[in-house]
């Protein structure tokens, strides 16, 4: 039986989350994958219950979870409370706690959506297909941070620090999954400048030839955003420190075209991990059968992939996901002429149809 705590948060989370369970419901009699499911509150429907976004008593839970379903957290309501309760802080803590330090954020272009990227399709190739792997609790997120008055008025840091096992486990990690796609892996830093990034290298590079049949390349992070839009099919799987991988997995994802489409997995060392879409809460959009639930749904299925091995379970859901939208299936963020629109339970119900297949 596997123990999954579900968090489905704030805006969309609640009802992008409820589609994601109908399918793994699907997946589950299918499979005969006992599942068994537990709601708690986490961003700021914690905060206003509990005064904390990530609770004593939804990080008990989470700690005790064979994995963690998360819907997306946060919203207007509580940009105004101060810095520590904010559900930002909160899904640090989540992250922190269940040492999920291993971030994967696929960038992949379905093909049925080419035309909605922002980038040429002569530019993107024949298929776009990044895994970024984003170190997710260390650096500049979690390193001293501080301010101090000076001569100069007010001065603050946010000290960016890594140690070997840092850099080595999430290394490993994408190391392997490269080994499992193209051989191919991309170390992001700036170790023209900053020494974390002369340590990270170094270090991965050393570790390069533990597996040989992996090819790695370093590159520096300005480059990178730059080659990310000039010619990504050239990349892989990147790897890279938190800060870094913040901002160039946003980059990858808009390459893809529709944030509303893409998972993320946050793994520890024993594989357990969070499992979240990489969109926010769009609360603008809330309540209104609008959203988009296949970002949740494919988060499932890495969750099956990555934490529970089930790779005939998780290749099912991402086939009915494609499936459904070559049946030309869309939701309204990824709309196009001729296609059929339908809403976000209508969405759940004909990928959860396709599991059953
Ligand atoms: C993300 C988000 C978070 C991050 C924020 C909300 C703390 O941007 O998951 O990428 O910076 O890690
Ligand atoms: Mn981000």
């Known amino acids: 039986m596997k123990k999954i705590v579900v968090l489905p948060g704030d805006g969309i989370g609640p009802e992008t989350m409820k589609q994601g369970l109908k399918v793994l419901r699907a997946i589950s009699e299918k499979y005969s994958v006992e599942m068994e499911f537990e709601e708690y509150l986490m961003g700021g429907c914690a905060i206003d219950k509990y005064d904390n976004p990530y609770p004593p008593v939804t990080e008990k839970a989470c700690l005790e979870a064979d994995s963690v379903l998360l819907g997306a957290v946060g919203g207007p309501k509580w940009d105004n409370v101060e810095a520590s309760k904010r559900a930002e802080s909160g ?35 024949e298929s776009l297909d990044i895994m970024v792997v984003r170190e997710l609790t260390g650096g500049a997120y979690f390193g001293e941070k501080g301010r101090r008055e000076t001569e100069n008025g007010m001065s603050a840091w946010d000290l960016m620090i890594y140690n070997t096992v840092e850099i080595k486990r999430v290394s490993r990690v994408a190391f392997e999954i490269a080994g499992l796609r193209n051989n191919k892996l991309t170390l992001v830093d700036k170790a023209n400048v900053l020494e974390s990034s002369r ?16 090819m790695l390349n370093c590159m520096y992070v300005d480059n990178a955003a730059m080659q990310l839009i000039r010619n990504p099919s050239q990349f892989d799987v990147i790897v890279t420190e938190n800060l870094f991988g913040d901002i160039l997995s946003d980059e990858a994802s808009m390459l893809t075209g529709s944030l509303g489409m893409l998972p993320s997995a946050s793994l520890n060392e024993n594989g357990k991990g969070i499992f979240e879409p990489i969109h926010g809460s769009a609360p603008d959009i809330a309540g209104k059968n609008i959203a988009n639930p296949i970002a949740t749904i494919l988060s499932c299925g890495m969750m099956l992939q990555y934490s529970f091995k089930i790779n005939e379970a998780a290749n099912k859901i991402y086939d009915a996901v494609s499936n459904v939208l070559d049946k030309g299936y869309r939701c309204a963020d990824i709309m196009m002429p001729s296609m059929i629109r339908v809403g976000t339970e209508e969405m759940g119900d004909l990928i959860a149809a396709e599991i059953y297949k």
């Open 91 to 125: 899904l640090l803590r989540l992250r922190k706690s269940l040492n999920a330090f291993a971030n994967l954020r696929p960038a992949k272009l379905q093909p049925q959506l080419i035309s909605s990227s922002s980038i040429k399709e002569e530019v993107l190739g």
């Open 199 to 214: 340590l990270w290298r170094e270090t991965v590079t050393e570790m390069a030839k533990e597996y040989p049949d992996v």
